[in-house]
C-alpha cells in the first residue's frame, strides 16, 4: 500500500473526469509515526489519524470515545441552569408544557428527548411542529398567540427560536414563557429577552461545544434536568443512556463535525440504536427493510432520516416528532409506513424537479458562474433544498433552487454550497441590500423568500458577492485520498481496520482509496441512473464496484465505456448472502493516458 502522490498530483492525476486534482491527504509523518508506536496501529491507519488533525492527547479517546471522558458540564451551557429550573419548575407545578419543534430530522429527534423525560417524570407534553408550506420555518406570532389560546404555560422550542426575535417578543407581550434550546448561529448582541436560551452558538456561551445539533444540546439539558430533579429530592430521574439514539441520528442528519464530545454521542448513540429499543426507529427500520443489525450512520442518514424528513418535506410536519416519541409499536407502524409513502413521494418529486433545473441550467448555458440560480414555477419548497445539495454535487459550486408560486408573488428558495464560499453571508447581503423578502443561513447552506421579479438582479448580485470565494474554492477542490491500493489488497480486513475512525462526517472524513489502472469489466446500467462495474488489475484480484447516480455523467459513461482507468472511491461491506466481501463506491475516476 502506496500514497501514490507525485508532484502532478496523486497517481499525476492533475484533472479527473469530475475536473478536480487528486491529492494525498495530507498528514505529518512524525505524528503518524507516534500514533502508530503509541496505539499499535497499521501505518495506513496512522497517517489516516494524522491526516484528521487527530493530537497524541486525542488520539485514544478519538479511537474509542466515551461520554466518561468527554461529557460537558451542562452548567457551562449559557442559561442552562435556568432552562433546567424553570422546565422543573414545570413539572412540580402541572403547567401545561409545549415542545415547538422544526420539522427536520434534528427537530424532531430533540423534542422526542424532552418528551421523553417528562414522559419518565410523570407529565406529558404537547408537540408542536409548524407547517412547511403554510407557516414556514420556526417561531411566529400566531403560532404563540394560538399555543397561548389552547392553554400553554410554558413553549420550548428546540432546533428553533434563537432568531425568532418577532415570535419571542410576542411571547413576552402575551406573558407566555418560552425556553429557547438551539444551535444555529447568532449574532453578537441579538440575544432576545426570553426566559432562557441555551445555544452553544450564543455569542456569550462558553462551552465551546457550537458543532452539537439541538439534538446534543437537548441531551445535555437531560443531565441538567436529572440534576436539578434530584436537588429537589424528585429522584434520581431516567437513565438518559437509553435515549442516546435520538442524539446521534440528530447529529448525523444535520451533517454536524462528529469531533470531541459530539463524536462521543454519536458512536454511542449508535450503539444504542442498534439494539432497535425505540419503536419508532424500528418500525421505520423495517419499512425501509434495512434490517436489525448494527445501526450504522448509513443508516442513520440514509435509510431512516429522509424518511423522517419526509413529513416536514410534503406531508404533515409533525409525523416524525411523533414517531420518535411514540413508546406504542402500533402507533409507530403506521406513522413508519405514512412517512415511508411520503418519502417515496418525497423521492419522485425531487426527480422531477432536479431534472427540470438541469435542463433550465444547461440550456441557458448558465453553469459557469461562481453561484448557480436556478428557479420555476410550482417547484415544490419541500424538494429544494435537497435538489440544491445534488447540483452542488455536479456542479462543484453554490447553488440555489427557487420555487415560484404566481398566486402569491413570491418565490421560496433554498442553497447549499461548496466548502470555502459562505453562502449564508451572501444570502444576508442581499436580504440587507433590499433584493430579498427575508433570508439567512450559515456558511454551507441558506434559504430566502423573494420576489419573483427580482431573480435576475439576485442572481447578478450574489455571483458579484461570492466571485473571489468561490474562485479560491475551486481551486482548493481537490479529491483527497488516504491510500493506494490493488483489487486484492481492497479486502474485508482493509476495510475493518479503517473502521476504528469511525463514525464518519464533517471533521472526519470517510476514508478515501485509489486504484491506479483498472480494468473495468462488465459494466452495466442499473435502475435509477447508477452503474455497476467489476474491477481487475495486475494483483490479481476482482474488486465490484458501483457508481450513485451516474449514468447521465462523464464518470458514468467512461465506466459504460469499458477500458482502463484510476479509480477512486470508498470501500464498504458487501453483506450480500454472508459473504463478508466489500465493494467500491466510485466517486471519481481518471483516464491514465491524460494524466
Known amino acids: 500500500m502506496a500514497d501514490g502522490s507525485t508532484n502532478l498530483g496523486f497517481l499525476g492525476v ?3 473526469l469530475s475536473g478536480r486534482p487528486w491529492r494525498a491527504r495530507a498528514a505529518d509523518p512524525e505524528l503518524a509515526r507516534r500514533h502508530q508506536l503509541a496505539l499499535g496501529l497499521s501505518e495506513p491507519l496512522a497517517r489516516a489519524l494524522a491526516a484528521r488533525d487527530i493530537s497524541e492527547a486525542e488520539a485514544a479517546d478519538f479511537l474509542a470515545p466515551t461520554l466518561k471522558a468527554l461529557f460537558p458540564d451542562p452548567s457551562s451551557f449559557a442559561d442552562m441552569d435556568r432552562a433546567a429550573t424553570l422546565l422543573v419548575d ?8 409545549v415542545v415547538f419543534a422544526d420539522y427536520d430530522v434534528d427537530g424532531a429527534s430533540s423534542a422526542a428527548l424532552i418528551v421523553r423525560w417528562f414522559r419518565a417524570m410523570g407529565r406529558e407534553p404537547a408537540i408542536y411542529v409548524p407547517d412547511r408550506i403554510i407557516e414556514g420555518y420556526g417561531p411566529s406570532p400566531a403560532a404563540f398567540r394560538r399555543l397561548k389560546a389552547e392553554g400553554a404555560e410554558l413553549v420550548v422550542t428546540v432546533d428553533c427560536g434563537a432568531a425568532a426575535t418577532d415570535a419571542l417578543a410576542c411571547a413576552a407581550e402575551i406573558e407566555l414563557p418560552v425556553v429557547v434550546i ?8 441579538e440575544i432576545p429577552a426570553v426566559a432562557a436560551l441555551v445555544n452553544p452558538n450564543r455569542p456569550d456561551c462558553g462551552s465551546g461545544q457550537g458543532h452539537l445539533a439541538a439534538a446534543g444540546v437537548a441531551f445535555v439539558l437531560l443531565a441538567a434536568l436529572n440534576r436539578e430533579a434530584r436537588r429537589r429530592g424528585l429522584g434520581e430521574g431516567p437513565d438518559i443512556r437509553a435515549w442516546l439514539d435520538l442524539a446521534a441520528i440528530g447529529a448525523i442528519c444535520d451533517v454536524t463535525r462528529l469531533t470531541g464530545f459530539n463524536r462521543a454521542l454519536t458512536a454511542q448513540g449508535l450503539k444504542i440504536m442498534s439494539g432497535w429499543a425505540n419503536p419508532g426507529l424500528k418500525a421505520l427500520m423495517a419499512v425501509a427493510k434495512g434490517g436489525e443489525g448494527a445501526a450504522s450512520v448509513f443508516h442513520a442518514g440514509y435509510l431512516l432520516g429522509p424518511r423522517i424528513n419526509a413529513g416536514g418535506r410534503i406531508g404533515r410536519s409533525d409525523l416524525g416528532a411523533r414517531l420518535l416519541a411514540t413508546d406504542d409499536p402500533v402507533e409507530a407502524a403506521a406513522l413508519a409506513a405514512e412517512l415511508d409513502g411520503l418519502n417515496t413521494e418525497r423521492k419522485a418529486v425531487e426527480a ?7 435542463r433550465r441550467l444547461e440550456q441557458s448555458n448558465a453553469t459557469e458562474g461562481p453561484c448557480l440560480v436556478v428557479s420555476d414555477d410550482g417547484w415544490h419548497p419541500g424538494v429544494i ?3 440544491a445539495g445534488r447540483l452542488r454535487e455536479r456542479f462543484r459550486k453554490p447553488v440555489i433552487v427557487i420555487g415560484i408560486d404566481r398566486a402569491a408573488d413570491v418565490g421560496k428558495g433554498s442553497g447549499r454550497s461548496q466548502p470555502g464560499v459562505n453562502l449564508g453571508r451572501a444570502v444576508q447581503a442581499a436580504y440587507e441590500a433590499g433584493l430579498l423578502l427575508a433570508g439567512g443561513g450559515h456558511a454551507m447552506a441558506a434559504g430566502l423568500s423573494v420576489r419573483p421579479g427580482a ?3 439576485l442572481t447578478t448580485f450574489l455571483c458579484e458577492q461570492l466571485e473571489t470565494e468561490s474562485a479560491a474554492a475551486t481551486l482548493a477542490d481537490g479529491y483527497d485520498i488516504d491510500a493506494l491500493v490493488t483489487t486484492r489488497g481492497a479486502d474485508r480486513a482493509l476495510w475493518a481496520d479503517f473502521q476504528r475512525l469511525a463514525p464518519f462526517g464533517p471533521g472526519n472524513p470517510e476514508p478515501t482509496f485509489a486504484l491506479a489502472d483498472a480494468r473495468i469489466e462488465r459494466p452495466m ?12 488489475d495486475p494483483s490479481g484480484g476482482r474488486l465490484k464496484a458501483v457508481a450513485w447516480r451516474s449514468e447521465d455523467t462523464e464518470l458514468g459513461r467512461r465506466l459504460m465505456a469499458g477500458g482502463a482507468l484510476h479509480v477512486a472511491g470508498k470501500l464498504k461491506p458487501d453483506d450480500w448472502q454472508g459473504r463478508e466481501s466489500v465493494e467500491l463506491e466510485i466517486e471519481d475516476a481518471a483516464d491514465p493516458r491524460r494524466v
Open 90 to 97: 414545570a413539572l412540580e407545578a402541572g403547567r401545561r408544557v
Open 385 to 387: 433544498g435537497i435538489v
Open 182 to 189: 438551539d444551535h444555529h448561529l447568532m449574532r453578537p448582541g
Open 455 to 457: 431573480i435576475p438582479e
Open 14 to 16: 492533475s484533472a479527473s
Open 352 to 358: 422531477e424537479v432536479q431534472a427540470a433545473a438541469i
Open 525 to 536: 446500467a442499473l435502475r435509477g441512473g447508477h452503474v455497476r462495474v467489476t474491477l481487475t
